[in-house]
């Protein structure tokens, strides 16, 4: 894996409709993440609105999304003290993507 193309979850600005944004400027697009994800699932569009995969419970939880970098976002080590706090902000990223109407294929 590249790590020019991993971000901490913390390096997140904001999520919107569009996709993820990130503080450097890289915004990683929900809808050219659905499309790859089709085309590597030969799957037509219309029929998935999935964007990236997801573990909670690799040693360090993240979202691999799809966009054309394959960008990977990672929720650092689930140890004590930080297990809780990460796998809170796991779920919140991953609620946000659902409110938006994206799901994420479960790795875990």
């Known amino acids: 894996m590249d790590r020019h193309n991993e971000y901490s979850y ?10 993820i944004h990130f503080k450097d400027g890289k915004t990683i697009l929900f809808e050219e993440c659905r499309k790859n994800w089709a085309d590597s699932k030969y799957l037509i569009l219309a029929d998935t609105f999935c964007v990236a995969e997801r573990d909670i419970c690799a040693e360090e939880s993240f979202f691999l999304f799809y966009d ?13 003290p930080f297990l809780n706090k990460n796998k809170r902000e796991f779920l919140k990223v991953q ?13 875990s």
Request: charge should be negative; aromatic fraction near 14%.
């Open 68 to 80: 054309d970098e394959r960008t990977r976002v990672v929720f650092n080590k689930t140890s004590f």
């Open 10 to 19: 913390k390096e997140i600005l904001y999520i919107d409709e569009s996709g």
């Open 95 to 107: 609620a946000e993507l659902e409110r938006l109407g994206y799901t994420t294929y479960d790795r």
